[in-house]
């Protein structure tokens, strides 16, 4: 097999992957880098499951091939903050908002860009950024509460988001 | 959720470079020609782009762009609303992107960050292109549900077509995302016309006068 080198930041360090250059950048994130934060949900761009921070936006990684990191900046879930209290995860867990949870990193990395962008979102702002993000267990109302609840936080000078790491 | 990409593993990997290789092969053995027969003249900025003012030939050329332009393909990324369209039947986009300002969708909702600069192989995957957009806030170009004469009189119009004159018009037959249609991925038809046809059309539209149908 025809493999490749990716040079990328990940999370705030320099990281070289050896890889099928199809290979989609999700498989590299959890079965190279070994991250496991982000899942994997349809493999088609159906779910959001997956997504993580290619140069701060929010795109879905099981589509996204590898060498297209090549040079970039990758942050996942687990370099969003340095001790997991970025305000949406501070509110995340506030409010208790996983069921299963197997949705959540998605749903976080994706309401990220969305506080980045819009430091004060409506309900409609949240429904819009969040249409991509599937809960199977329909957390969606707590998703709302929380993402509001992390925007009060990051308005009163709480730590803000971690996407340029 | 359905997946044509469950798991990546290796068999998956040759099978689909396989497929790929054999696929790009035959693509570039029937290539198709996409210059419409007809090879557009090399118009300087100042150049005219119409030869002659042929309103039966033009009005006649424009039935093929308009059976085109209305196409899922086409059509798909002109709605009425600000949620793009999906499918050879243009119901709306599943998980409901907006444009946005510049077309290019907003915050998490981002075309790009699943619309890759290539299709995605796999049936009904997010087809791509690297400049993947709708038309902006600012300058819609709606085509679904226009007829023939309001989309061609607003193709013309620079305050409603992005501000193209005559010579950007007829330029922007070659513009990639255009030429997408024709490469949609898999599970998808095509518009209704080649490529090439549909290029001559279109040219021959402007050439004689882009002329607006009655109706
Ligand atoms: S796993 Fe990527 S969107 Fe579902
Ligand atoms: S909490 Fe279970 S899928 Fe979202």
Known sequence: MLMATVSCKINGKDQTLEVDPQMPLLWAIRDVARLKGTKYGCGVAQCGACVLHLNGEAVRSCVTRVTRAEGQKVVTIEGLSENNDHPLQVAWQEIDVPQCGYCHSGQIMSAAVLLRENPNPTDQDIDRAMGGNICRCGTYPRIRKAIHRAAEMLRSGGKRNGTDL | ?215
């Open chain 2, 1 to 215: 959720m359905n997946g044509g990409n469950k798991r990546y593993t290796g068999n998956r990997f040759w099978l689909t470079a396989c497929t790929l290789v054999f696929g790009l092969g035959l693509l570039v053995a029937m290539a198709p020609d996409f210059t419409g027969g007809k090879k557009p003249r090399e118009l300087t900025p100042d150049d005219n782009p119409v030869i002659k003012k042929d309103s039966a030939a033009s009005i006649k050329a424009f039935a093929s762009v308009y059976k085109v332009l209305m196409s899922p393909r086409c059509m798909n990324c002109h709605p009425s609303g600000d949620v793009p369209l999906q499918g050879d039947d243009s119901h709306l986009h599943i998980m409901q992107p907006t444009r946005g300002k510049d077309g290019k969708g907003i915050s998490a909702m981002k075309c790009a960050n699943c619309h890759q600069p290539a299709n995605t192989p796999g049936l009904h995957t997010p087809p791509g292109n690297p400049n993947w957009h709708l038309p902006p806030a600012d300058m819609k170009m709606v085509f679904q549900g226009k007829t023939p004469r309001q989309l061609a009189r607003q193709l013309v119009d620079p305050e409603q077509n992005g501000h193209k004159d005559l010579r950007k018009l007829l330029e922007h037959v070659n513009d990639t995302l255009v030429i997408a249609g024709w490469h949609p991925g898999e599970g998808r038809t095509t518009p209704p016309l080649p490529y090439a046809e549909f290029k001559k059309a279109w040219i021959t539209w402007i050439e004689n006068g882009a002329y607006a149908p009655k109706k």
